[in-house]
């Protein structure tokens, strides 16, 4: 088990390429499952979750093969319709699998997924999504069991706006009977990519991006190939970084748009902010203002956004209040940066972030993928060195996040525990 070294201080300046969107590809994969044949994805980020969706897949009886940041994916051979619990306990974005093998093959087993150890996040809207298309499903001994001869369209409505269950939702009824209409819908950039990815396969998609989706059922689909969007939540990450160290970062690669909350935050906080085409020039400052912070769906400020912008709170001037709205037990985060000196106090879904004149370093403890980067980023201006252990979370949506940030001059390294 690694761990990762910050010795804090550095100001962090020059360029920083962004890769693809780890939740635009884990969709993506698994609706190749959807056709017969190969499909080529680019722009893929060599990340745990990939690999772990890519083991997924292979024991599907798919074939997945890797070259630099292409990955082909050859279905010809799907023969399994059971990922087991071995494989989805990793990563809870393997239950993309049950909506493309309820279409394409009429049954799925899924292992009631995993992933990070902060709070439930239940599965019911899947479940309920695949029934309202005509599936059995029961849960047995810890397994999703599901049915259909051929799922049928309707209107599907959800309580809240899901990722997951959107996405599945989408791919099941790609190959329907009828017409699909998502109510309430998910509107996150990465269920665009998908939808755009179904299309290029023959699927009829239409409203990504809205918050009524609409599918009209297709009784075969085709390989293709496609081209990952950039990860806006890295993007938005290395914005945090080169704000909290007072540097001058440039983010290359990224979509500007699709961080626009964050950058209104940064830029309330005294941040200056400059998009132009796919880059950002971030050039942060010493005395930051506090800003307030409620999370929400897309277009929102992110979720997975709320440590790392916790972590540069602790370093501006006045009370920052941060609100919860997503996930509300998301603060595992909070014990950590407390151990660095940070001055957070817990009011159910509401953190209360006070300004500390200067945090340091200590040994603390990743317990989840972006609680990770929060650390990283407390640790880039904390006083002394910071030793972030169980670090094997920030591999599963950051690749090679010691390396680019020494790119931009930062002191980190990882070594064994």
Known sequence: MDKIVVKGGRRLEGRVRIGGAKNAVLPVMAACLL???????????????????????????????????TVTIDSSRLSRHEA????????R?????LGPLLASEGKARVSLPGGCAWGPRPVDLHI????????????????????????EGGPITFSAPSVGATANTMMAASRAAGRTVI????????????????????????????DAITIDGVDEMSPAEFRIIPDRIETATYMVAGAITAGQVEIVDCVPE???????????AGVAVEAAGDSILVKGKKALESVDVVTAPYPGFPTDMQAQFMAL?????????????????????????????????????TAQVGYVEKLSGAPVMATDL????????????????????????IDRGYEAIEEKLRGLGADIERMPE
């Open 93 to 97: 974005a393997s239950i993309y699998v």
């Open 35 to 69: 056709t017969r044949g190969v499909s080529v994805i680019r722009n893929v980020p060599r990340l745990k979750d990939v690999v772990s969706m890519a083991s997924v897949l292979e024991e599907l009886g798919v074939e997945c093969g890797w070259e630099g940041d």
């Open 128 to 151: 309920r999504a695949m029934r309202e298309l005509g599936a059995t499903v029961d849960i047995d001994h810890g397994y999703i069991e599901s049915e259909a001869r051929r799922l």
């Open 183 to 210: 109510s309430n819908a998910a509107r996150e950039p990465e269920i665009v990519a998908l939808a755009d990815f179904l299309n290029l396969m023959g699927a009829r998609v239409s409203g990504a991006g809205t």
């Open 370 to 393: 972006r609680a990770s980067a929060a650390l990283v980023l407390a640790g880039l201006v904390a006083e002394g060195e910071t030793h972030i252990s169980r670090v094997y979370h």
């Open 258 to 268: 699709h961080v626009e909350s964050v950058a209104l935050k940064l830029a309330q």
């Open 313 to 349: 709170m602790t370093t501006a001037r006045g009370m920052s209040t941060i609100s919860e709205t997503v996930f509300r037990d998301r603060f595992t985060h909070v014990p950590e940066l407390r151990r660095l000196g940070a001055d957070i106090k817990l009011d159910g879904s």
């Open 84 to 91: 087991p619990y071995e494989l989805v306990r990793k990563m």
